[in-house]
Nanobody, 127 residues
């Protein structure tokens, strides 16, 4: 069992930045990958960024070059640094943990492999 809690959401203007944090606890040594997912009203949840235990990262095309995912395993914190934010980035952002190895490289296909989820933090970007 892994427990996750997000923080750092809020409201900013387009072009601004936010830093999301996700503290996690429990069976952390069994985590193989962690990721950030988001869901906007009326839309399906989508993968934003993921990071494997070896540090390799994977991003959705829409955020590549603007968002950076990182993980501090010594402090059990997952970070999503979001720069140059756009109104279309507005959503509820969730962090999640996977316990399986050999996940697909396509971030759009990752969601079913993540077993543990946080409740989310809301991000609103205004024009």
């Amino acid at each position: 069992q892994v427990y996750l809690a997000e923080s750092g959401g809020g409201s900013v203007q387009a072009g601004g930045s936010l830093r999301l944090s996700c503290g996690y606890s429990g069976d952390t040594v069994s985590i193989t990958s962690m990721g950030w997912f988001r869901q906007a009203p009326g839309k399906e949840r989508e993968g934003v960024a993921a990071i494997d235990s070896d540090g390799s990262t994977n991003y959705a095309y829409s955020v590549k070059g603007r968002f950076t995912i990182s993980r501090d395993s010594t402090k059990n914190i997952l970070i999503l640094q979001m720069n140059d934010l756009k109104p279309e980035d507005s959503a509820m952002y969730h962090c999640a943990a996977a316990m399986q190895a050999g996940l697909p490289s396509d971030i759009a296909a990752l969601m079913p492999f993540f077993s543990y989820w946080g409740r989310g933090t809301h991000v609103t970007i205004s024009v």
